[in-house]
């Protein structure tokens, strides 16, 4: 049992820094402009050879919902975390961990919702890109997407023993 306790608590910390760097980075639709050069775009800049503002002028909105989910499952994934620690020095034997399965799918909704809102609406703007792809930073939020439902749903399944 202390095991799986201690590989899930592993998972679930390579979770949250997962999200971290999918945000953060800008690797999340990649390409080359016109001239050859390699050109990014993240949630945040658009990396040519400098990095400004990532600006998509028509859809903004979609934009700013798929920074606000993506922030909010970080959030949401960092209090699991923290709600785990605690239920686990505080439950009685045999208890499970329903509140930090709940918190741990809704992270897993905000998820869904911020990378699927991307993937519907901002990758149809790269048409500053010859060959776009999708970057690792994409990758990995769809890992962390798959990654937080299974721990969201073994928190609840868990019992502590």
Same mark, same amino acid.
Request: a positive charge; proline letters at 1%.
């Given at each position: !049992?202390?095991?799986?306790?201690?590989?899930?608590?592993?998972?679930?910390?390579?979770?949250?820094? !997962?999200?971290?760097?999918?945000?953060?980075?800008?690797?999340? !639709?990649?390409?080359?402009?016109?001239?050859?050069?390699?050109?990014?775009?993240?949630?945040?800049?658009?990396?040519?050879?400098?990095?400004?503002?990532?600006?998509?002028?028509?859809?903004?909105?979609?934009?700013?919902?798929?920074?606000?989910? !993506?922030?909010?499952?970080?959030?949401?994934?960092?209090?699991?975390?923290?709600?785990?620690?605690?239920?686990?020095?505080?439950?009685?034997?045999?208890?499970?961990?329903?509140?930090?399965?709940?918190?741990?799918?809704?992270?897993?909704?905000?998820?869904?919702?911020?990378?699927?809102?991307?993937?519907?609406?901002?990758? #149809?703007?790269?048409?500053?890109?010859?060959?776009?792809?999708?970057?690792?930073?994409?990758?990995?939020?769809?890992?962390?997407?798959?990654? #937080?439902?299974?721990?969201?749903?073994?928190?609840?399944?868990?019992?502590?023993?």
């Amino acid at each position: !049992m202390l095991v799986l306790l201690a590989g899930i608590f592993v998972v679930h910390i390579a979770t949250v820094i !997962m999200l971290f760097v999918s945000t953060i980075s800008n690797v999340w !639709m990649v390409g080359s402009n016109f001239s050859g050069s390699p050109i990014s775009s993240g949630l945040w800049l658009l990396c040519n050879e400098t990095c400004k503002q990532l600006s998509v002028s028509s859809d903004e909105a979609s934009l700013k919902a798929v920074q606000a989910f !993506m922030i909010l499952s970080i959030i949401f994934s960092v209090i699991a975390l923290i709600m785990f620690i605690v239920q686990l020095f505080t439950l009685e034997k045999g208890k499970r961990f329903y509140i930090t399965g709940a918190i741990m799918l809704v992270c897993w909704l905000c998820i869904l919702i911020g990378v699927s809102i991307y993937t519907a609406r901002i990758t #149809s703007y790269t048409r500053d890109f010859i060959r776009p792809h999708h970057g690792y930073c994409f990758i990995l939020a769809w890992i962390c997407f798959c990654f #937080s439902f299974i721990i969201g749903i073994l928190y609840l399944v868990l019992r502590k023993k």
